[in-house]
């Protein structure tokens, strides 16, 4: 089992609509939860961090759920520059980051 | 200009070649990292220092190797190239966090070709 499991996509939704992308996660002693946005053949450059709270920035909320080792991230009102892979992070018992594989998101006119 | 930066962008080279991939940045942190991503698999560590004295392996370190020349500088050495290293290679760097991790700033990468 991988250690950070994503629904590969693609989505494909209309500008506007709303889409959510989960993840799980296996390592249950994991302390910090990221999203990562990674354009074609760029680098990833971090989305929001995650907390146990929950947390919006704008159009995007992220939300954790510990007792299901579970992490979700929620685009409201999709913009054509939102299209792009978002990649699900978690850091094992060393502090190291560990990648999910990515969820491509394609956000049409 | 960039905060980390990776030299070459690209390379193409023949099995069996060494090659060296460097890394540099201006951002003063400690923690540097070396990763890899295929199709498919995501983003794999290849080899990380927390350091200028540390050295750690990765999950795929095999066929691979390092040097911190200094804080600044973490470079990825392929002693023999093979077709199956074929592929993106990032650096990121990372303040030392107090707790959990923080976040990690990526370089543009190196698209690697072994033929």
């Known amino acids: 089992r991988k250690e950070v499991e994503q629904d590969p996509g693609p989505f494909n939704v209309p500008e506007g609509a709303t889409v959510a992308f989960n993840c799980t996660y296996s390592?249950?002693?994991?302390?910090?939860f990221f999203w990562y946005r990674q354009d074609c053949r760029k680098e990833p450059k971090l989305l929001m961090s995650?907390?146990?709270s929950g947390n919006e920035d704008g159009r995007f909320t992220a939300q954790l759920n510990r007792a299901s080792q579970y992490i979700s991230l929620l685009i409201r009102d999709s913009k054509l520059s939102d299209s792009a892979t978002y990649l699900c992070?978690?850091?094992?018992?060393?502090?190291?980051?560990?990648f999910g594989t990515g969820t491509r998101l394609l956000v049409s006119p | 200009d960039a905060d980390v930066t990776q030299t070459p962008r690209n390379r193409i080279t023949k099995t069996g070649k060494r090659i060296m991939l460097e890394c540099s940045q201006t951002?003063?942190?400690?923690?540097m990292y070396w990763y890899r991503q295929d199709p498919g698999l995501g983003l794999r560590l290849i080899y990380y220092?927390?350091?200028?004295?540390?050295?750690n392996k990765g999950e795929i370190s095999d066929g691979y190797s390092v040097s911190r020349q200094a804080q600044a500088k973490f470079s990825l050495s392929l002693e023999s190239a093979i077709p199956n290293q074929t592929a993106l290679y990032f650096c990121?760097?990372?303040?030392?966090?107090?707790?959990?991790?923080?976040?990690?700033?990526f370089g543009p990468g190196t698209r690697l070709t072994v033929l």
């Open positions: 220092s927390f350091d200028v004295k540390d050295i």
């Open positions: 990121a760097t990372s303040e030392t966090p107090g707790l959990g991790a923080n976040e990690q700033f």
């Open positions: 995650v907390y146990s």
């Open positions: 992070v978690a850091t094992t018992g060393f502090q190291k980051l560990v």
């Open positions: 951002k003063g942190h400690d923690r």
């Open positions: 390592n249950s002693a994991s302390q910090s």
